[in-house]
């Protein structure tokens, strides 16, 4: 077979002679060559993480290009399109090019890629809301453990139908009723609370393993749902908001709050993040300990949020956490209801006159509060809520949540770069909420090609399926999906969230752009992080090679 082989390569090579046809090895053609490898190279000159793969050491640039070789060996002989058809036909769905994340989840954490990315320093998490941090199942069995906490709904949930669509809440109660019909049967009186344990135990479904498979149903984002896509975006939405109110009434309870926030912070430091900067709809109601009625205003929410943080930091391994803020965040008002979704809520610009009101007021008050707005997580060209990133850019936002239609607005993406607004990226919650198909149609290569600055987040993990607190699904999807980004494309995202966190002390625009200009090089807390985050980086990179180059190796080439 072997001499078959070449004997039909020399006849093509003969008859490839005898018509005159270049050859690689002709004058001009290797000219030709050298101009367009000149040409890529120019164009990757303009990317966002330019300068920082110009500036990382020689033994990062050989961690990853080992990196690279292990990509190359996976995507041959893993992410193969044998398998995705595999999965396609176990799923019966339709597929979109690329692997989507929630059928490659239970895959990639066997890869070495996962292993390699799980260690990587991530920096820091901007963009994230609390109370779509906790792992479900977790939450479910804290409140199970916990004493005194019920369960209602608005009908009796006596059917499939009524058990999927029913508003229920969660809370404790001092006096539960003794003697009161089950939930789970046609003779109970709506909004009366039933005994959490006792109504768990007797689900009619599976009993106390059923109740959980079916709350976590309730709170969560199923494989399913996230791949119907031709449902839209709305129908996602729906299920997606309808989880937060049923997770809030279990987590703003003091308890399991407290013991919410040491595991969350745990695992958070244990995937690579050392600062985080959290955000919640402040509709919620928090309840003391032992109390049923909850508190006036959110005081003793942060002073109860600010002990667990000092609790976790005190200990030898949160010692290591550089810390946590909260950015204040409220839904956009929509004819007297409140819309989580953008596309929704009210625009920006019907609400300048009470962000200017705003303005007006901190400057009285002499104080400086920044702008992160959310803007552009929507598949609109035009409409209000695709322009939300025009308002966005105008009234001052140091970063944008989302952005995720900037892409089409090439006149506003040089007004981000000469501002340096931060684009906060959160690739797998615009796969599952439909925004885009897979990480291979998600529009940040774009965004990062015409040197607009990125950073990753994870969005809302525990109701999107993620199955982790931290940021690794994120980043190991954007290894996995983007050819250009590489490892050295990944430290410069982890990079710029560093770079563009909110520390404290608070600084006013012309400290904060000052800041973030003059990097690694400052004198203040930010240049201080960067320093050690690239510290943490190049002895990451260290253990790559150490760990990898006997297999992965420039002399294995």
């Known amino acids: 077979m072997a001499t078959e082989s070449m004997s039909e390569h020399d006849s093509d090579l003969d008859w490839e002679v005898e018509e005159g046809l270049p050859q690689f090895t002709d004058q001009f053609i290797r000219k030709y060559?050298?101009?367009r490898e000149a040409l890529i190279e120019q164009e990757k000159a303009q990317r966002s993480d330019y300068p920082f793969r110009q500036s990382i050491t020689p033994m990062a640039a050989e961690a990853c290009a080992i990196v690279s070789r292990i990509l190359a060996e996976e995507h041959r002989s893993i992410w193969t399109n044998e398998y995705e058809n595999q999965m396609a036909k176990q799923r019966v769905v339709n597929h979109f090019p690329g692997m989507m994340f929630t059928l490659a989840r239970e895959r990639m954490e066997t890869t070495k890629s996962w292993e390699?990315?799980?260690?990587?320093?991530k920096g820091a998490l901007l963009h994230c809301h609390?109370?779509?941090?906790?792992?479900?199942?977790?939450?479910?069995?804290?409140?199970?453990?916990?004493?005194?906490?019920?369960?209602?709904?608005?009908?009796?949930?006596?059917?499939?139908?009524?058990?999927?669509?029913?508003?229920?809440?969660?809370?404790?109660?001092?006096?539960?009723?003794?003697?009161?019909?089950?939930?789970?049967?046609?003779?109970?009186?709506?909004?009366?609370?039933?005994?959490?344990?006792?109504?768990?135990?007797?689900?009619?479904?599976?009993g106390r393993d059923g109740f959980m498979?079916?709350?976590?149903?309730?709170?969560?984002?199923?494989?399913?749902?996230?791949?119907?896509?031709?449902?839209?975006?709305?129908?996602?939405?729906?299920?997606?908001?309808?989880?937060?109110?049923?997770?809030g009434s279990i987590l703003f309870y003091e308890p399991i709050f407290r013991s919410s926030l040491q595991l969350l912070l745990r695992e958070l430091l244990d995937d690579g993040i050392r600062w985080a900067e959290f955000r919640c709809a402040f509709i919620f109601q928090f309840r003391l300990e032992g109390a049923e009625n909850p508190t006036k205003g959110y005081t003793e929410f942060f002073r109860v949020f600010d002990e667990e943080v000092a609790k976790f930091k005190s200990t030898k391994k949160g010692s290591l956490l550089w810390g946590c803020r909260f950015i204040w965040t409220t839904l956009r008002i929509q004819e007297k209801e409140a819309s989580w979704t953008e596309d929704l809520g009210r625009p920006l610009v019907d609400l300048t006159?009470?962000?200017?009101?705003?303005?007006?007021?901190?400057?009285?008050?002499?104080?400086?509060?920044?702008?992160?707005?959310?803007?552009?997580?929507?598949?609109?060209?035009?409409?209000?809520?695709?322009q939300n990133l025009f308002d966005a850019v105008l009234l001052g936002t140091r970063r944008?949540?989302?952005?995720?239609?900037?892409?089409?607005?090439?006149?506003?993406?040089?007004?981000?770069?000469?501002?340096?607004?931060?684009?906060?990226?959160?690739p797998i919650s615009n796969e599952v909420l439909r925004l885009t198909g897979s990480i291979k149609s998600h529009p940040l290569p774009a965004l990062l090609a015409r040197g607009v600055p990125a950073s990753l987040s994870n969005d809302d993990p525990a109701i999107l399926g993620h199955g982790k607190h931290g940021m690794t699904q994120d980043f190991w999807q954007a290894l996995q999906g983007w050819e250009n980004l590489g490892l050295e494309g990944l430290g410069s995202l982890a990079e710029n969230s560093v770079r563009y966190a909110a520390y404290s002390p608070d600084q006013n625009t012309k400290e904060w752009n000052k800041d973030i200009k003059e990097g690694v090089y400052g004198q203040h807390i930010r240049a201080e992080r960067m320093r050690e985050w690239t510290s943490l980086w190049n002895k990451f990179c260290e253990w790559i090679v150490i760990e990898y180059a006997a297999d992965y190796g420039s002399d294995q080439e």
Request: contains cysteine; charged residues 25%; glycine residues 4%.
């Open 33 to 35: 060559l050298e101009g």
């Open 353 to 386: 006159p009470e962000l200017f009101w705003f303005r007006k007021r901190c400057l009285e008050e002499a104080v400086d509060i920044p702008f992160f707005f959310h803007a552009g997580e929507c598949l609109g060209d035009g409409d209000e809520t695709d």
């Open 400 to 426: 944008i949540g989302h952005a995720f239609s900037l892409y089409k607005h090439p006149l506003l993406i040089e007004r981000v770069k000469e501002r340096k607004i931060l684009v906060e990226t959160c």
């Open 116 to 121: 390699i990315v799980r260690r990587m320093p």
């Open 130 to 206: 609390l109370d779509a941090m906790i792992d479900i199942p977790w939450l479910i069995n804290e409140a199970l453990a916990t004493d005194g906490m019920a369960m209602k709904a608005d009908k009796p949930l006596n059917s499939e139908i009524a058990r999927n669509q029913a508003s229920i809440h969660f809370q404790h109660v001092k006096n539960l009723p003794t003697a009161v019909p089950s939930i789970w049967t046609e003779s109970y009186e709506a909004h009366t609370f039933v005994n959490l344990g006792a109504t768990a135990e007797s689900f009619p479904d599976g």
């Open 213 to 247: 498979s079916w709350l976590v149903s309730r709170m969560t984002i199923s494989t399913e749902e996230s791949l119907d896509h031709h449902q839209g975006v709305d129908a996602i939405w729906r299920k997606f908001t309808s989880c937060f109110p049923i997770i």
